[in-house]
């Protein structure tokens, strides 16, 4: 005999970008989901669509949890690129000065929403080493390359299934652009 909320697991379908439809959901690791969000570019406030994606997290993490799995929401903070840097600029102010108040502003939008607190909000500048060691390993493997301007970009046609989540032919796309 089964449980609603057993019933419940076992029912729970997630959309595949792969295939095109819906597939029943198989954790990793029995009773764990490990969910990883991207989070806001902290150089302004949030607006409506900021709330809209994180209610839906906050909904899906609040469902697997009621559903029983024990889920490790982590939700990243861009605290440092080219916006955030040039908004700096524009108002004068240090970089990190200018993305505390974005980041404080932030919580208390969320919080207001009655959102739950991630359980990690690791910041891109705490991480900047691992980036840099990953791009050397990119440019090393030929996968990405430097650009004129000395931006790095990821070498699209080294990687033989690139479009295949979003079923675009890479000679369809165009360079540097996005939709």
Known sequence: MTTPLADAMSQLAIYDSLTGGKRQFVPLKAGQVGMYVCGMTVY??????HARMMIGFDMAVR????????????RNITDIDDKIITRAAENGEEIGVLTERFIKAMHEDFSALGCLTPNAEPRATDHIDEMQQMIETLVTGDYAYAGDNGDVYYAVDSFADYGKLSKRNLDDMQAGSRV
């Open 63 to 74: 469902w697997l949890t009621q559903l029983g799995y024990d889920v490790n929401y982590v």
């Open 44 to 49: 302004d406030y949030c607006h409506i669509g």
